[in-house]
Nanobody
Framework: VQLVESGGGVVQVGASLRLSCAAS????????MAWFRQSPGKEREFVAA????????FYADSVKGRFTISKDNAKNTVTLQMNTLKPEDTAVYYC???????????????????????WGQGTQVTVSS
């Protein structure tokens, strides 16, 4: 099982970035997928998630309205479109996989890192003012 993130970089305040996560060794149709981020000295925090069939999406309050998660089960990829970036968005961004069993409409994305079975290596996003 491998998750590989890409798309990070250094941008100015107000700019946009699009992160991608490519999965191999697992079919994303069976997984809820999430993005987390971690800044130096802080705990890894939940950013956004998509349910297994993309029926439901979840966002942290701090990114709601600015970030959009999308999931393509056919291509086995997850993306995070980040708009109107702020300095506080600076962090290493990780994608994570949550094996899901059951009706997708009942899915609630876990906010705890311990609930996820697989993680990528992370991609750095730096927003400079």
């Amino acid at each position: 099982v491998q998750l590989v993130e890409s798309g990070g970089g250094v941008v100015q305040v107000g700019a946009s970035l699009r992160l991608s996560c490519a999965a191999s060794g697992l079919g994303l149709a069976y997984y809820g997928m999430a993005w987390f981020r971690q800044s130096p000295g802080k705990e890894r925090e939940f950013v956004a998630a998509s349910s297994r069939s993309t029926l439901r999406s979840f966002y942290a309050d701090s990114v709601k309205g600015r970030f959009t998660i999308s999931k393509d089960n056919a291509k086995n990829t997850v993306t995070l479109q980040m708009n109107t970036l702020k300095p506080e968005d600076t962090a290493v961004y990780y994608c994570a996989a949550d094996r899901v069993i059951g009706y997708d409409g009942d899915y609630e994305a876990p906010k705890s890192t311990s609930e996820y079975e697989a993680w990528g290596q992370g991609t750095q996003v730096t927003v400079s003012s």
